[in-house]
């Protein structure tokens, strides 16, 4: 096989050839891809002869796949056209074949001389001929190969890159000259040198015996070889380079054709020199191959946790997979290692995976950062818009795009870095024990704070460099350019998030204690025994964390303070504005529970811990057992082995209550515990909270974000709640609804109803509380409530104190409504023996007022529960079986109310409007008073009232709306009906709802 190799080096060909009177060539009529394959070669062959670019490069950048398809581009460019100049750019058409027209003598004297090759070929060996044929001159025409001025197929990142190959094809058929008889020649894969200069006669190389030349009877034997020029043997330039094997008869050549053995033999080593040369540089030409693609996908990436918690990365570029782009994969890679939940934010927080994550971010900036340096060169810029401005234009698209993937990978570190902090403090867990460690530090908050302004910077600057890109100009499909388009949207949303953050970032910090230690205290809250912000106050503690870390928490009986021997407690009363109905002695922490609006009732509860000597706190935690058990249902039962009690959410309270309250079950805790002090009877339940706190600190991090979905519903109905003394903390609980605050009602009408059991028992957990509101809007858009709330007393079990049920009552509505009318509530007024029934009676010193000592029925009653026939007149007896109002009624006819003390029995009263209409809230209006039930009994309180104006026609509001607030420790059933037909509310319809109330609730009617 003949392998002919190239003379002439790269080196020297730059410095023989001036391009100056090269001729321009119009590409307008040509495809947008051709114009684009044209100016690229365009471009290389210039900077060849005008820089001192590599050739390895210039190859690169005109998309051929080897240095050597670029030097036989070269080599035709020089060629002679038959108008006498140089091929020039005219051979880098696609539709171009071209054929060297130099003259024989200026053959003889082309630079591109065999005796110039590499001086390793004198010393190679060539093989013998076994014998010389002449062959006739007149047999031998001139050998002509088709060439175009194609290379071998481009990796040029086009996604049509298939039909490039098949436009190739059809160029290929295109002859340039009219066809001639050829010697049959079989091309291999081989560049021949533009000019070969013609065979000397005198040069007779030998032809081995063993060289096969097979001999083609299809077309007539060539005439002598040496008269046309071998210049004229040009290659086809779609061929890979490789070698041209000639088949030739087997006759004896010429004496010049036997030189070709030893100039092939000479090709062979200058290639192998070539190829070793080519590999050194391929890592550098991979690096640059995909330079576009790099590009475009890193802007992808882009995606912020909002708690610190960190940056994670995605994209939807598939057809980059598997590619090996260093910038890209490392960037790529941080999708698969960091997980994206929306059910489970947290599952990133892996450290492990945030590190490697962190290393792929690290490495993709060093890759860009050589880009940027790439791109950034003053030669390629001043070399481009000389050659073409659309292609200055894309290089500054390139620049733009470049800084976008730095902005990415740099933002991508630090906030990497800041999620492996959030994850050491949630793996290291603040609830954990045994260690003293900070898990947060003042440097990490700053670290923390450094990095959302870095993060700021970034996302601004993405957005600037991405207004200067054009992404139809891209060379992307439609589309990755819509998926492109659509993230530009989110940016804002990002800078928005990151700012709320930052503004969280102070107030995280105090929370958890960051260079000071904060205590906060925390209050149980029994709703068995219902009070304005949950319940009556059993347990208390303190939660005291200092830089992340919490001290142990123990809870105690909130008598051993209330009851510490300091005498603060002694005959203190309740403040003014509640001392009329919570009229205990020695007001103290287990009643400060006297406000529906958790802050206010938070503030006096601190206040009187302080007092009592607890002292100052940082803020007030107060929970239900509805908040333990959706705990529990997290955690699964509980085993308290020391009681062989299994604990779940469904038999807490009880169990809870039974060894608080019952005599048997205190004295199994006396006997475990060895003491027969008052606080033993809270043992079970202190035990019981030990063993709950531990179990949370093992759970996992899906289990941790349970219970704080359950927290964030326990807010919503009050059975959680939080006050903080930190005016930024509180404001933040207010601003998404999670202080307990209760509504002024100066955006909507509404109401909110608060029971407060004074019962001195556990009776609420067997009433069930209906507020049924029918509401009429008139002609002047105000609104009439006329309500019903309904307390059903059905007692199924133990109350551990007094049957009869005292509840104050107090419903609060918008400041400016007007109270009309109210029933069923106790008036104060007494009634007297003398049978002044309906309400009559003395007041309340009267000595007459009938009270359940007095209402004892004869020898010769009937049996209890069972109703008198003939109640003797002016007794007090009849009471006990009827009462003169139809807001109290008892169904079994048992109308007894029983003591309310200790030997302090209950005064029947009349029934009446409430008694209270001054609001100890400011800017709401307020009725209210008390109201007594007996055991399995009904009361029906009912009141009016009026709110003007309380439709509004506001742009974008509802025409009416009415908010029903919910009062923690219970969920009531709602009844709301609103009349609109005489509504100035156009097209409106009556409105009805009947359900649970579990959070506060706004109702609405548009037009």
Known sequence: MLDIQVSEDLHTLRQKYDIATWEDVDVSNLSNKAKKRF????????????????????????????????????????????????????????????????????????????????????????????????????????????TSTTDEPETDGDANSDEAGNENTITAKRPAIPPTPKLSVEVDEVPLAPVVPELSRDAQPSISAETDFSYSTEQPIPSALDEPSLSHLTRSTRTRPSALVLRLPKFALSHGQRSITKVAQQRRIVQKRRVRTTQVHSNQQHRF?????????????????????????????????????????????????????????????????????????????SDFLQLQAL???????????????????????????????????????????????GAGILHGSPLASGSTKPLITPADVQAI??????????????????????????????????????????????????QQAQGLIGLVSWLLGVGQTRRYLIQTMDRAELRPSGGFTGQYGIVQITDGRMAPLSLRDVALLDYAGNGVELGRQAPPQYSNWMNFGNWGLRDSNLSGDYPTTAQMSMQVFQD??????????????????????????????????TITSKNLEDRLHYYQQNYSAIAIEQQKTGSTSHSVRKAFTSLVGSLLLDRIRHLSTSQLIEIVKGAIKDIQSRDLEIYFTNPAAESWLVQHDYSGAMSTFTANDGFMVVQANISISKASQYVHTTEQDNVVLDAQGGATHNLTITLNYQQTGPVYGFDTYADYIRVYVPQNAQFLSGDGFDTGVCLTTPGNNGGSGSSASSSNCCTDAQVNPPANSPPTGAKSSTPPSNSCTQYRTSFPSAARYCPDGLYSLGDRGYKQPWRYDSLGAPTALTSDLPGRAMFGG????????????????????????????????LLVGKQGGYTPT????????????????????NGDLVADKVFTISG
């Open 449 to 498: 704070d450094g990095a959302m302004i870095h993060a700021l910077y970034y996302i601004q600057d993405i957005r600037t460099q991405m207004s200067q890109v054009d992404l139809k100009q891209l060379p992307i499909s439609a589309k990755q350019q819509a998926e492109i388009a659509s993230l530009m949207p989110l940016l804002p949303k990002a800078q928005d998030a990151i």
């Open 974 to 993: 709602v009844e709301i009906s609103v009349d609109t037909s005489a509504a100035p509310i156009k097209g409106a319809h009556p409105f009805q709802f």
């Open 930 to 961: 008390l109201t007594v039930t007996p055991k399995n009994c009904i009361s029906y309180i009912t009141l009016s009232w009026y709110v003007p104006h309380a439709v509004q026609q506001k742009a974008g509001q509802p025409t009416y709306a």
């Open 289 to 365: 191959r995909w330079v576009s693609i790099l590009v475009l996908a890193v802007i992808l990436i882009m995606t912020f946790l909002p708690l610190g918690a960190g940056v994670v990365a995605y994209g939807v570029y598939t057809n980059v997979r598997g590619l090996a782009l260093d910038g890209v994969n490392n960037l790529l890679t941080v999708k698969s290692l960091i997980p994206i939940s929306k059910s489970n934010p947290l599952a990133a927080l892996e450290p492990a995976k945030l590190q490697a994550a962190q290393s792929d971010f690290r490495k993709a900036e």
């Open 39 to 146: 100016h690229r070669r365009q471009t290389a062959i210039h900077k060849f002869f005008t820089s001192d670019s590599a050739p390895e490069v210039l190859a690169h950048e005109a998309g051929f796949a080897s240095l050597a398809s670029f030097q036989s581009l070269l080599e035709q460019c020089l060629m002679q056209h038959e108008d006498g100049k140089p091929w020039g750019y005219r051979a880098l058409l696609p539709d171009v074949h071209v054929v060297d027209h130099t003259p024989r003598a200026l053959a003889e004297d082309t630079p591109n001389q065999v005796e110039e090759t590499s001086t390793d070929a004198e010393h190679a060996p060539v093989e013998p001929l076994a014998e010389d044929i002449p062959i006739h001159r007149e047999q031998v025409e001139p050998v002509i190969l088709e």
């Open 375 to 421: 791109v950034e060169r003053p030669d390629i810029q001043v070399l481009v818009d000389q050659v073409s401005p659309t292609y200055g234009r894309e290089l500054t698209m390139a620049r733009h795009l470049v800084q976008v993937a730095l902005d990415v990978s740099r933002m991508g570190d630090e906030m990497s870095g800041i999620a492996m902090l």
């Open 612 to 645: 009592e000597g607890g002292g100052p706190v940082d803020g007030d935690i107060s929970f239900t057992p509805t908040f333990i058990a959706h705990i529990l249902d997290v955690t699964g039962p509980i085993y308290v082995a020391e009681y062989n009690e």
